[in-house]
């Protein structure tokens, strides 16, 4: 078996191994036509090899010079929040009677190869939610859980006072940039992954300048919300959401949770579960149908709120491997 370049001739061998592949899960609160569309992307990136300089894709010939599986590479993927540049695998595929790890496994390692020229320190892979044959070929790969994208569709919901009102939740201001950046930095830790290529305190001064770097107020597509403690006349929490992102596959308009951070004090006190849905309110009123967000692998209790009392579901979950850098 060689493992080598695709090249454009290549093209409907790679389309026809992905065809037989089992149709990618949806669950219910992610948009319906979701699986037209990604087959749709993907032969529209397939079309691209050779062309983009983006994409590198790996393919693995039999003796016979048939393919038996293919690797899709979206080079230089910088990370939302630190920056980091990394290699992302938008797909594989094994063709039918292959052994998925006898194909995978040097697929994989001529990948890590590839990214280990390029200075790139991690690889990472989303995997569809469902899809636990997948996710457990990728982890004997040495890929580590990273990152749950959690999907809902946007509701509207009564909000519902008592007397007193324990919370009152308002528009951010520019005002509120330093107890932004002051509660971040409480909490960032247990945002960031371990999973992580750089140290902890470079992740963390990176995250912290990405956030101070957010133009909430020259963005109309941020919306900025705190949420105030009634009795105690102070900020406990606040909600940056992107009101002009697109779902990665379907195209679907959508709200994106870009940060958001709760003060420990008021954990499991509803002060979450206010402001989501405030938030949430307010992207039902602009006619926005989906709501998503990103959450550490490592930070269970905010998965569990949010998958249990805010009715999200899991996405996918993004895998990282880290590329060990070998003294030249």
Request: glycine share 8%; aromatic share 6%.
């Amino acid at each position: 078996m060689v493992i080598q370049e695709a090249c454009p001739s290549d093209c409907r061998s790679i389309i026809a191994i992905y065809d037989e592949k089992p149709p990618v899960p949806v669950n219910s609160q992610a948009p319906a036509d979701q699986r037209e569309h990604y087959a749709k992307r993907f032969r529209e990136k397939a079309g691209e090899i050779g062309f983009d300089k983006s994409l590198c894709v790996l393919v693995a010939r039999n003796d016979g010079g048939n393919l038996s599986g293919y690797l899709m590479l979206d080079l230089n993927s910088p990370d939302s929040s630190t920056g980091e540049r990394r290699n992302v695998i938008y797909d594989y595929g094994i063709a039918a009677g292959a052994s998925e790890q006898a194909i995978l496994a040097p697929l994989l390692g001529k990948a890590e190869e590839i990214s280990h020229a390029m200075g790139i320190k991690s690889l990472i892979i989303e995997i569809p939610a469902g899809s636990e044959k997948e996710m457990d070929l990728i982890g004997e790969m040495g890929f580590s859980p990273s990152l749950h994208r959690i999907i809902k569709k946007v509701e509207h919901h009564a909000i519902r006072r008592f007397t007193p009102d324990p919370y009152r939740v308002r528009k951010a201001s520019e005002d509120d940039g330093i107890f932004i950046l002051w509660l971040n930095s409480q909490c960032a830790s247990f945002m960031m992954s371990h999973e992580s290529v750089i140290s902890r305190e470079e992740e963390l001064r990176r995250y912290l300048t990405a956030c101070a770097e957010l133009p909430m107020l020259d963005d109309e597509f941020l919306e900025g919300l705190i949420i105030e403690d009634t009795m105690m006349s102070k900020p406990v929490g606040y909600l940056l959401m992107k009101t002009s992102s697109r779902h990665a596959v379907t195209g679907h308009k959508l709200g994106c949770v870009q940060d958001m951070a709760i003060h420990p004090d008021y954990w499991g006190k509803r002060a979450t579960q206010r402001i989501m849905r405030v938030g949430e309110n307010l992207l039902h009123s602009r006619g926005i149908g989906y709501i998503t967000g990103d959450i550490s692998h490592e930070n269970q209790r905010a998965l569990k709120t949010a998958l249990k009392s805010l009715g999200y579901q899991k996405e996918s979950l993004w895998w990282m491997k880290r590329i060990m850098m070998r003294e030249p």
